[in-house]
């Protein structure tokens, strides 16, 4: 066997004016990260300490480092807008916050308080401000996570912990525009399970979806959607994203049953659908509901949504047993409406009735 040639990246940081702009008209999702980041320690018996806002940069760690080996790890997402009057703001960062201690709960780690998780974004988006895309719906987006550093191998909640923000520019998550999302109805393979950890956002729930997600695309869709794991039958959530059915003037998105993550953007959209003159409402939905009243006409439109997707269209549903068009496979009309009211808010093109957008 033939060694690799290990090829040494030297840190280019900041990068220039040039180089920043070029990624700024492409930015994509995930792929360019901006030239800082935060970073705070945990230690027990010391609590928080040592918050800094450094160049960005790979971290060195040890081969026994816990969260390589147990996954005691959580993370947030959250966009950064640039406003029409040049002024930035994120979309409620402290429901992202209070989202992330939940998470910490579950996953037996520390609880950074509400008001540094916001400073250590804003700082970061203070910095980097020049990354905040000025166009159409870009945005700057936020992955603020935390890890264990403690290093062994025994298995127990670490004693120390880095929290950590890093950003990214971000375009369209799916590339395209908005064109309707193509899903496979997962019946047997399970995103989280009752008393488990769906409702955290935690690295594992995606580790656990990945599977059926590659199976998906062998069946030629884009997207999975989960079940309930007992029966077989409600449907939770995507991998990323939550789920809403629109009966005509009225949408419907599954209840949180403790298996499914509680999106800010769904929570965001039962209030902003009923501003707009909708009625919305949380209810358990069955795969038998999903199809029928697709096939009786009362189910008018799907759609997905969240952070990094904002509002995305079904077109296109496949099963093992069954596969049907949603609508007429195109953007619905109160999908569209919906994700237009979101995104005005967010962007600064509509008026922030709810004091959702915090300003730097
Ligand atoms: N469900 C899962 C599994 C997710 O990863 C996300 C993304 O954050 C969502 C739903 C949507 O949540 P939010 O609207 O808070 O981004
Ligand atoms: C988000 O929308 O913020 C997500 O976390 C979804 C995905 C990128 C994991």
């Known amino acids: 066997m033939t060694t690799p040639t290990i090829e040494l990246k030297p840190t280019a940081r900041p990068l220039s004016d040039t180089e920043r702009e070029a990624i700024l008209a492409d930015p994509g999702f995930g792929r360019f990260f901006t030239d800082h980041m935060v970073t705070i320690r945990w230690t027990e018996g010391r609590g928080w300490h040592d918050a800094q806002l450094e160049p960005y940069a790979p971290l060195s760690m040890d081969p026994a480092n816990m969260t390589l080996h147990y996954a005691q790890t959580i993370f947030e997402g959250l966009k950064a807008y640039r406003r029409p009057d040049g002024t930035v703001a994120s979309f409620r960062p ?54 264990a550093t403690e290093n062994g191998l025994g298995v127990k909640p670490a004693n120390e912990y880095l929290f950590l923000v890093i950003a990214s520019p971000a375009g369209a998550y799916f590339s395209g525009g908005v064109k309707p999302v193509s899903i496979w109805l997962s019946e047997d393979r399970v995103r989280a399970v009752p008393g488990g950890m769906g409702d955290a956002k935690t690295g594992g729930n995606y580790a656990a979806s990945l599977l059926a997600q590659a199976e998906a695309a062998e069946k030629g869709c884009e997207q999975v959607a989960y079940l309930d794991a007992v029966e077989h039958k409600w449907v939770e959530e995507l991998g990323g994203m939550n789920l809403y059915f629109v009966y005509g003037n009225k949408i419907v998105t599954p209840s949180l049953t403790g298996s499914l993550l509680p999106g800010i953007t769904r929570d965001s959209l039962l209030t902003l659908a009923r501003d707009l003159g909708y009625e919305a409402e949380e209810a358990r939905v069955s795969i038998d509901d999903w199809k029928n009243h697709t096939a009786d006409g009362s189910l008018t439109e799907v759609f997905a949504c969240g952070t990094a997707a904002v509002i995305t269209p079904v077109g296109l549903v496949k099963s093992a047993g069954a596969e049907w068009t949603q609508g007429d496979g195109e953007p619905g009309k109160v999908t569209m409406r919906l994700r237009e009211a979101l995104l005005g808010l967010q962007t600064g093109a509509e008026s922030d009735t709810h004091g959702w957008m915090h300003e730097l």
Not at 103 to 114: G, T
Not at 117 to 122: G, L, Q, R, V
């Open 94 to 147: 402290r429901a992202n916050a209070e989202r992330f201690q939940t998470s910490a709960r579950r996953l037996a780690m520390p609880e950074l308080p509400v008001e540094t998780f916001i400073e250590a974004c804003d700082a970061l988006v203070q910095q980097d401000k020049a990354w905040v895309p000025a166009h159409g719906e870009s945005s700057l987006y936020l992955r603020p996570f935390m890890i």
